[in-house]
């Protein structure tokens, strides 16, 4: 599984890519966690709000910072 997490270094994107840091770690997945910055990549992802969360390619927040359960939620039902 491929984590990214999108966003321009602000502390609401730090504070998101700290979250699913923690929720990676409690759910024990195989992850590849990646914290992108390059605004070219994000916009070419679709995104208008940051901080986003893509898993597997697919964007599955955008625009808020996940809870600790949201991003373990998200972390458990993606196969």
Do not use: F, H, W
Not at 17 to 38: C, F, H, R, S
Not at 57 to 62: A, E, L, M, P, Y
């Amino acid at each position: 599984m491929r984590i990214e997490v999108l966003g321009s270094g602000c502390p609401r994107c730090k504070q998101t890519y700290k979250i699913m840091q923690m929720a990676v770690v409690e759910t024990g997945k195989e992850v590849e966690l990646i914290y992108e910055t390059d605004i070219n990549k994000i916009i070419s992802k679709g995104i208008m709000a940051t901080p986003a969360v893509a898993i597997d390619g697919k964007v599955v927040i955008s625009g808020k910072i996940p809870t600790l359960e949201e991003a373990k939620q998200l972390i458990q039902n993606t196969q």
